[in-house]
């Protein structure tokens, strides 16, 4: 089943995990954000493991 949403919950670290492994989806700001228009279905693997990888698990996608 195909991403179709992805967010960042309350919690984040700024460690920029999120941002090294799938940069066309996460940005770094003050903290880890989504960014605007971004195409989840060409970064699956990336926002997976972005979220699988996140020391504090508040990358949630569906």
Request: hydrophobic content about 35%; charged content about 30%.
């Amino acid at each position: 089943m195909a991403i179709t949403k992805v967010w960042i919950e309350d919690g984040c670290t700024s460690c920029a995990l999120c941002e090294d492994t799938c940069p066309d989806v996460f940005e770094l700001d003050d903290v880890s954000t989504v960014k605007e228009g971004a195409d989840f279905s060409a970064n699956e693997d990336g926002i997976k493991e972005s979220a699988e990888n996140c020391p504090v698990d508040v990358i949630k996608y569906k």
